[in-house]
Antibody
Framework: EVQLVESGGAVVQPGGSLRLSCAGSGFSFDDYTMHWVRQVPGKGLEWVSLITWDGSVTYYANSVKGRFTISRDNGKNSLYLQMSSLRTEDTALYYC?????????????WGQGTLVTVSS | QSVLTHPPSASGTPGQRVTISCSGSSSNIGSNDVYWYQQLPGTAPKLLIYRNNQRPSGVPDRFSGSKSGTSASLAISGLRSEDEADYYCAAWDDSLTGYVFGTGTKVTVL
């Protein structure tokens, strides 16, 4: 069974930094593209970033480009999101999601999310 | 902000058929596959439809997807109380070089 467990969410001040982690198990982690998707509580979904199986290709939403960095450690079956210059509008539940394919397609497994609150 | 638009709500009685639309543009739905996600209250989203009309294993055939031009639709036939959820379409956007989600439709079973 595929499991994705996010961690690292916290309350942080505007302008601060935070690193989110996602531990994957139950599948060959290094065979799949991985994503971060966020959701403001009570609001819709927003895709944040993707990273291919080997980390060679990354894409970001315009809203986080230049401030967030996605990375992965296949040896540890882990996905990361380094967040800097945080803004109040970055407050959200951050989900880690596994792609259905080796490339990028759809998000077929999701974690339960980790909450990031940006507030002074 | 969301690039794909849904009606904010849809409803039906048990057994009825409900259709949810998703409107996009040539840079997303018009040139890429559409995906649908179901989010039950208090839970993470779940993949419902991939590549416009394909169902992952375990998804009932009551759920079906279609795409035409720059719009897509999700149909739920034989509506059941457990279908009460938020539904989102998504697609890759070539102009934004990223995924875009729909605004979401809340389905209520009356």
């Amino acid at each position: 069974e595929v499991q994705l467990v996010e961690s690292g969410g916290a309350v942080v001040q505007p302008g601060g930094s935070l690193r989110l982690s996602c531990a994957g198990s139950g599948f060959s982690f290094d065979d799949y593209t991985m994503h971060w998707v966020r959701q403001v509580p009570g609001k819709g979904l927003e895709w944040v970033s993707l990273i291919t199986w080997d980390g060679s290709v990354t894409y970001y939403a315009n809203s986080v480009k230049g401030r967030f960095t996605i990375s992965r450690d296949n040896g540890k079956n882990s996905l990361y999101l380094q967040m800097s210059s945080l803004r109040t509008e970055d407050t959200a539940l951050y989900y880690c999601a596994k792609d259905r394919l080796f490339g990028w397609d759809s998000f077929d497994s999701w974690g339960q999310g980790t909450l990031v609150t940006v507030s002074s | 902000q969301s690039v794909l638009t849904h009606p904010p709500s849809a409803s039906g009685t048990p057994g009825q058929r409900v259709t949810i639309s998703c409107s996009g543009s040539s840079s997303n739905i018009g040139s890429n596959d559409v995906y649908w996600y179901q989010q039950l209250p208090g839970t993470a989203p779940k993949l419902l439809i991939y590549r416009n009309n394909q169902r992952p294993s375990g998804v009932p055939d009551r759920f079906s997807g279609s795409k035409s031009g720059t719009s897509a639709s999700l149909a739920i036939s034989g509506l059941r109380s457990e279908d009460e959820a938020d539904y989102y379409c998504a697609a890759w956007d070539d102009s934004l070089t990223g995924y875009v989600f729909g605004t979401g439709t809340k389905v209520t079973v009356l």
